[in-house]
């Protein structure tokens, strides 16, 4: 057996809301052993998993594990908690905000592929709010947010701000007292990238979602499921398990999802490779 194969094995069967009682023996069994419990709360918190974590061990087996692992996990799920509701209510300020000012905006990924992927908005760390803004709003939209008090990222001189517009993806803004970062996107990856998502096709495919009891309008399932494969895999190479878990969860949440339409808008935008990988790490892991 490798180093840390008993913790590794441990965190994949807890690192999704799915698998059914198959699963649930799985972590029995795990759980019975000798577990090197620092080293999975730590791989836990890297990898962006320990909502699910604490979800998947709280009914059933936290008899099992050690009083300070026990306390460590429900504070961190609780401290995740509250920071996600803070996010939501922040990402209905700068809604009204846009709405207000005539800026169209999309929210993705977030508040919003918590309830789509997980159904619940507790299950999910996110640590951004991530609006798709079309591009001629761009400066409207970062100069809101200045007024609001947040923070650029850069401080460019006007011809340099064109030439980055034209050559980037997103904007970040940074609200430097609540520990808030918000990205704007007029795009999903830079210009470099072999395909190309044509963002403004997305505007004709929203679909709503019950966010907290407020209906917003954010990208349908079939586009965020490319959008997430483009973007955590395309251009992040699947860094953390919890990209994975988020298509994982979202295939399962979403079971009408438009397959042929799917992939065949993957192979429009020559990103099938892309899209196929995302979905066997999500079957395999």
Known sequence: MTANQLENDLLLSSATTLGGHEKV???NELIQKKIDWAYLVQMARR????????WNLKDIHFETVPEGVVEELCNEYRINMIRNLFLTAKLFNLLDLFQANGISVIPYKGPT?????????SLNHFGD???????????RAKELLLSEGYRSEY?????QEVAYLHHECEYNFFDDHRKILVELHWDIVQKYFSCHFDVNKLWDDLKPVSLLGRQVMTVSPE????????????????ETLGWIAD???LISHCEDMDWEGVINQAAELGMERMLFLGLYLAKDM
Do not use: N
């Open 247 to 249: 298509v994982a969860q």
């Open 129 to 139: 709010l991530d609006f798709i803004v079309q591009k001629h709003d761009v400066l």
């Open 155 to 159: 401080v460019l001189p006007p011809d």
């Open 25 to 27: 023996a799985r972590i």
């Open 47 to 54: 990898h962006g998993v320990m909502p699910l974590l604490y």
């Open 113 to 121: 592929l918590s309830v789509l992927a997980y159904g619940d908005i």
């Open 223 to 238: 586009q965020l499921l490319l959008i997430l494969c483009l973007h955590h895999g395309g251009k992040h190479q699947w």
